[in-house]
C-alpha cells in the first residue's frame, strides 16, 4: 500500500511558524505590461520637464522685452494729465554784454497736458486759458488741431490738418533714447506760494524743505531733430533730455538745447531761443477729465472731431 507524497505545504510546521506563500510570478505578457507603463511614465516627465522649461524661458524673455521697451525711448505715448503745477521755462539769447559774453533772458509760464492715447485726444496749453499768461492752446484730435489763442477779451480759433500722431511726434522725444536711471527732486512751483514765502523767509525755507518730493525716474538723451523729428517750432534744437516716471512711464519732464547763433553785425532787437523746459510734476497715469477737451463754443464752427 503507497502513501500519498507529501509536499512541502503539507509538511508540519514547529508552533509559532506560520507559512508565508511567495507572490505569483507574472509571465512574460506581464512583465512587458510593467516596462510599457514605465516607460510611459518617464516619456511624460521628460516632456512636462522640457515644456515647463520653454514656458519660464518665454515669460522671462517676455519681462525683459517689456523692460526694454520701457526704456528704450522717451515716448508721449500715454494715457496722462497734469493740469495743475505745470510750468514752461523758457530762455533766450538776447544779446551780447561789452565783453562779448551772451545776455541770456529768463521767463516761466504755467502750462496745462492731458491726453488720452486710446481716443487719440489731447489737450496743451501754454499759459491757463482766459489767465492773464495765456499764449494758445491746442485741442489736438485723431486728424486735425484746434489752435486758440487770445486777441484782446476775444478769442481767435485756427483749423490745421495735424492729427494726434503727428503733433506728439513733432516734439522729436522718440530720438531721445535711455541713459540711467535716478532719483530727481519734484519742485512744486507756485508762483502764489512764492510771494506769500518772501513774506517770511525762515518759514519759507522750512516748507520748501518740508515739500521736497523724490522720485525715481528714467533718464533719456538724445538729438531731438534727427531724422527730421522735431518740428515744434521754427528753431531747430541739437539736444534733448526726457525724465519717465520708472514706475508707470508717464512724462514728467524734457528740456530742449538751441544751438547759439555766431554775433550777427547787427545786434539790435536780437533774440533767438536757448532752453526750453516742459516740467509737469503733479503729471498723473489715467484719464483726464473729459471736458478738458472740450474747446470754446466760439470754436464750434472748427470742427475737431
Same mark, same amino acid.
Given at each position: ?20 506563500? /511567495?507572490? $505569483?510570478?507574472? @509571465? ?19 516632456? #512636462? ?19 526694454? +521697451? ?24 538776447? @544779446? &551780447?554784454?561789452? *565783453?562779448?559774453?551772451? !545776455?541770456?533772458?529768463?521767463?516761466? !509760464?504755467?502750462?496745462? &497736458? *492731458? ?11 501754454? @499759459? ?5 499768461? &495765456? ?11 484746434? !489752435?486758440?489763442? $487770445?486777441?484782446?477779451?476775444?478769442? +481767435? ?15 522729436? #522725444? ?30 519759507? *525755507? ?19 531733430? *534727427? ?9 531747430? /534744437? ?11 512711464? +508717464? ?17 539790435? @532787437? ?8 516742459? &516740467? ?7 484719464? /483726464? ?17
Amino acid at each position: 500500500m503507497t502513501h500519498p507524497e507529501r509536499t512541502k505545504n503539507d509538511e508540519k510546521l514547529p508552533p509559532g511558524v506560520i507559512s508565508i506563500k /511567495p507572490p $505569483p510570478r507574472f @509571465g512574460m505578457f506581464g512583465s512587458m505590461l510593467i516596462r510599457l507603463g514605465l516607460g510611459c511614465l518617464l516619456l511624460a516627465a521628460g516632456v #512636462l520637464a522640457v515644456y515647463y522649461s520653454i514656458e519660464v524661458h518665454s515669460d522671462s524673455k517676455n519681462d525683459d522685452e517689456k523692460t526694454e +521697451i520701457s526704456k528704450t525711448f522717451f515716448t508721449l505715448n500715454r494715457t496722462q494729465y497734469c493740469l495743475t503745477g505745470g510750468i514752461l521755462t523758457r530762455e533766450n539769447h538776447t @544779446g &551780447w554784454d561789452s *565783453a562779448d559774453n551772451h !545776455i541770456h533772458n529768463t521767463t516761466k !509760464i504755467k502750462t496745462q &497736458w *492731458a491726453q488720452s492715447v486710446e481716443e487719440k485726444k489731447l489737450f496743451f496749453s501754454v @499759459g491757463i486759458p482766459r489767465a492773464s499768461d &495765456w499764449e494758445s492752446s491746442y485741442y489736438v484730435f485723431e486728424n486735425s488741431t484746434i !489752435i486758440v489763442t $487770445p486777441n484782446g477779451k476775444e478769442i +481767435i480759433c485756427r483749423t490745421v490738418n495735424i492729427g494726434y500722431d503727428s503733433f506728439t511726434s513733432s516734439f522729436g #522725444l522718440e530720438n531721445l533714447f535711455y541713459i540711467r536711471s535716478e532719483q530727481i527732486v519734484l519742485d512744486h512751483d507756485d508762483e502764489e506760494e512764492k510771494g506769500e514765502n518772501r513774506k517770511i523767509e525762515k518759514a519759507a *525755507a522750512e516748507k520748501k524743505e518740508e515739500k521736497k518730493d523724490f522720485i525715481s525716474v528714467n533718464f533719456f538723451q538724445g538729438d531731438p531733430s *534727427a531724422n527730421g523729428g522735431y518740428k515744434f517750432t521754427e528753431s531747430i /534744437p541739437f539736444l534733448g533730455i526726457g525724465y519717465m516716471d520708472s514706475t508707470n512711464s +508717464i512724462a514728467i519732464a524734457w528740456q530742449m538745447y538751441f544751438q547759439e547763433d555766431p554775433k550777427p553785425a547787427n545786434t539790435t @532787437g536780437y533774440n533767438s531761443r536757448y532752453f526750453e523746459e516742459f &516740467w509737469f510734476p503733479e503729471m498723473k497715469q489715467g484719464h /483726464p477729465p473729459i471736458d478738458v477737451f472740450s474747446y470754446p463754443m466760439d470754436c464750434v464752427g472748427n470742427k475737431g472731431q
